[in-house]
């Protein structure tokens, strides 16, 4: 594996490369970490020796502070809680003494102190909670320390900038002196005369440029200037008005100089300049810039009016202070990617009042924080004492860090610009997006507002994009389902579902199906709100409801569009299940999602939406139930008895399970928790001629579903009971996830097993059942004598 600290220098090459500070290049970044626990300086020495650093450990604040004064330490990583000195006072020193260091948090304690300690004043760069992954810390020091880098050249930049203008500022005499051969190119051209040219010199006003001068004689065009200049030259020309122009460049060399020359820099790249010129004939202006910047000059070709529309535009936008303590100030920072077609109103105008660093450093540690963990949800409550933050992480929440009250009203807002939610309207539920990237990873995050009695409420669904695909296998789908799995996707057309509640892996699921159907023969659409993964070879469309770009309108429109696979991320309404069976009748293979309990219930949904039953029988080929439970930690999985009381709430078979079943004791890798990962279990209902009679003539739920029961499918209870067997999830999950079987079961009189109370024998012993009427089957009291409904005596036992 590559090291983590060469990975932002492996962009760097070529002339950039030798541009970049010696010191960069030769010497090892110093990194210091500060702990009370031998037991995690040792820890940080083992996750970072392979590392191209040099590193320094502290055991408190007070010798860190000394390490820092005899060492060069461009980046420190500190606890919270230590004795003394605490890691926000420490960070907060570092910040006065030595800005420029990076300033890395880690804590294992979720408090206010600690939270406002890491973003009060900027005092760090990132807050890390523990634990933390090995990987993902090196990736954030590398990270870090490549900003650190990259704000080292900006500051010798600005000082390279500071020195050049003064230096030219003294020489501009040596730029106004005009060499140029414009006229005699323009004259040779045949575009004006030598009698127009001699008149535009005499009438040239005081810093006019030449070719101005003609164009208000209307001697010629500036098009035409630019053609001549060109065709003469044969030099690249720039669009001024579209390239792309950095506006530091653009300020490198002074204003009044570049309108009097009609010359501009627009890129800077190593130790050249590219300057954009309406007369690059002027040679001796070109080694005048070489000569005062020491950079080498490329010239191109630009319009004289474009040249001070630049100009203008770019000094439009106020001056920008060449001091480093504004734009040197690390910060952790999450990109927000807004849609070119929804608004053109630049970010920084959207965050408006709301750009208060605290504020920002709370959202962008909170958001990077989830990322981290995984996790599937953030919660954002308002207390009355705090803002609680929680996790949603395996399908539980876990409370990760409280936030002062006051501070609660300005996240809301902040959040709710970066979703283009209305932060004025606090009495209603609105919902939003947010599409951001965090380190290397780019996540789509829905957002949606609620009011409470201590202020709104938010939650961001996370839908990682740049999630891999997962095998059948992987997701927890055992052998015998994987072959009629694997049967029902070679067949050329049909529907195939997958139900079960919000967050139970349904479009993982269809995704993984459509990964073993891929082909390039094949054309594959997908149409989804948003799309939650990338596939390279489908063709994905993200549903827009606001503009009219619904459901059932895209997949009108894919089916024009000659697919032969087709993913629905949603059937939520009758018209897009209607055009969604059609497709499938009409040849194509459909893949989509309904929220049921059952798999055989998801019929009798579809039914309701108002398709005909006989166009389901015909075109339905499989339905998948499924739920998500946590997998039980492979390190430390051990052996336990089996909960009787679990067993008995979850009325499992006497025998099914043995003596012992499975169970994490909780580890350093679960995070104490026994549990790492999660597996699904699922209901797998696949049709046949038998099913597809029945559901068009006389379809009966309950009588369908144990038609599939014979037929071999297995409940979503006996999945997961087998998983338990298998040591995949335990019986606490299965009931935290399944909850408690209730079923209508009696106890033998002669055996006291409990079996359904439907059968009037006891499959174990044999023995009839005696309170019932032999005549009507209704069941008796024991003190009644006689049937109530037919009046037979009822027989006694004996």
């Known amino acids: 594996m590559a090291k983590y600290s060469e990975l932002f220098k492996a962009g760097m090459k070529g002339e950039e490369r030798e541009a970049a500070s010696p010191a960069a290049e030769t010497s090892p970044f110093g990194v210091l970490f500060v702990d009370d626990e031998p037991g995690v300086l040792a820890a940080m020495r083992r996750i970072f020796m392979d590392e191209n ?139 004006v005369s030598s009698e127009e040219l001699a008149r535009a010199v005499h009438d040239r006003n005081e810093g006019e440029f030449l070719s101005d001068t003609l164009v208000r004689m209307g001697a010629l065009t500036e098009s035409q200037v630019v053609k001549a200049l060109q065709a003469s030259l044969n030099i690249e020309y720039v669009d001024l008005s579209c390239a792309e122009i950095a506006s530091q460049a653009v300020r490198f060399l002074p204003r009044d100089l570049c309108e009097r020359n009609r010359m501009v820099p627009i890129r800077m790249t190593g130790r050249q300049i590219t300057v954009a010129m309406a007369d690059p004939s002027d040679i001796y202006k070109i080694d005048n810039i070489a000569m005062m910047t020491g950079l080498s000059v490329v010239p191109l070709l630009a319009a004289s009016s474009e040249v001070v529309a ?57 958001i990077s924080e989830a990322i981290r ?72 995050m829905r957002v949606s507002s609620l009011p409470t009695l201590n202020g709104e409420k938010m939650v961001l669904r996370i839908l990682d994009k740049s999630a891999a695909i997962k095998e059948l296998p992987d997701l ?54 948003p799309v939650e993964y990338f596939v390279e070879d489908a063709n994905q469309v993200a549903v827009r409801e606001k503009i009219g770009l619904s459901f059932a309108s895209v997949l009108r429109a894919t089916l024009r569009q000659d697919p032969d696979v ?56 499989g339905l998948f139930a499924q739920r998500l439970v946590r997998r039980i930690c492979p390190n430390c999985s051990m052996e336990v008895p089996a909960d009787q009381e679990i067993v008995e709430l979850l009325r499992v078979p006497p025998g099914l399970l043995g003596e012992t079943v499975h169970r994490g004791k909780g580890c350093e890798q679960c995070n104490q928790t026994g549990y790492r990962g999660r597996t699904g279990i699922f209901e797998l209902f696949t049709m046949n001629e038998d099913f597809r009679h029945f559901i068009s003539t006389s379809y009966r739920e309950s009588e369908l579903f144990e038609m599939a029961r014979g037929n071999g499918m297995r409940t979503l209870m006996e999945d997961g009971l087998e998983k338990v067997c298998l040591g995949m999830t335990t019986l606490e999950e299965l009931l935290r996830v399944m909850g408690p079987q209730l079923l209508y079961q009696r106890t033998c009189a002669c055996c006291r097993r409990t079996i359904d109370a439907k059968f009037p024998f006891c499959p174990f012993c044999g023995s009839l059942r005696q309170n019932f009427c032999k005549s009507c089957r209704v069941p008796l009291e024991p003190q009644w004598l006689n049937c109530p409904h037919c009046g037979t005596p009822k027989e006694l036992p004996g």
Do not use: C
């Open 566 to 621: 087709i993913l629905v991320g949603e059937i939520r309404d009758p018209e897009t299940a209607d055009v969604a069976f059609k497709a499938a009748l009409t040849g194509h293979m459909v893949l989509s999602t309904l929220h049921t309990n059952s798999a055989v219930a998801s019929i009798t949904r579809l039914i309701d939406m108002g398709i005909k039953p006989y166009i389901i029988a015909s075109a339905l080929e």
């Open 310 to 366: 630049l100009l203008q535009r770019v000094y439009a936008e106020g001056p920008q202070p060449l001091e480093p303590s504004a734009d040197l100030e690390p910060i952790d920072e999450i990109d927000i990617i807004i849609d070119d077609e929804e608004s053109q109103v630049s970010v920084t105008e959207l965050i408006g009042s709301s750009e208060v660093p605290p504020v920002i450093r709370i959202v962008n540690a909170v």
């Open 373 to 444: 963990y995984h996790a599937s949800d953030i919660h954002i409550e308002g207390k009355t004492k705090y803002t609680l933050v929680r996790f949603r992480i395996d399908g539980l929440l876990h409370s990760k860090i409280k936030i002062p009250a006051d501070l609660h009203p300005a996240i809301v807002s902040r959040i709710k610009i970066l979703s283009k939610m209305d932060i004025s309207e606090r009495r209603k539920p609105q919902d939003g997006r947010i599409t951001v990237k965090a380190g290397t990873r780019i996540v789509d």
């Open 53 to 191: 650093y040099q590193l320094f450990t502290a055991p408190g604040g007070a010798e860190a502070l000394a390490v820092m004064e005899s060492n060069e330490v461009q980046l420190i990583v500190s606890d919270h809680r230590m004795p003394g000195m605490t890691g926000a006072e420490l960070l907060k020193t570092v910040k006065e003494r030595w800005p420029q260091t990076i300033r890395i948090m880690l804590t294992g304690h979720a408090d206010v102190s600690s939270v406002m300690g890491a973003v009060k004043d900027g005092a760090v760069y990132k807050f890390i909670t523990k634990p933390w992954n090995d990987d993902d810390l090196r990736l954030t020091v590398s990270l870090a320390l490549q900003q650190y880098l990259l704000m080292q050249e900006n500051q010798t930049l600005k000082e390279l900038t500071r020195s050049q203008q003064r230096r030219i500022r003294n020489y501009a005499n040596l730029f106004d002196e005009n060499r140029g051969m414009i006229g005699g190119i323009l004259v040779k051209a045949g575009l």
């Open 476 to 529: 927890g789908v055992l052998e015998g389902d994987l072959k009629k799995i694997r049967t029902m996707v070679k067949k050329p057309q049909g529907v195939i579902i997958a139900t079960g509640p919000t967050g139970s892996g349904k479009t993982t699921m269809l995704y993984s199906i459509l990964a073993t159907m891929l082909e390039g023969s094949k054309n594959f659409e997908t149409i989804e709100e």
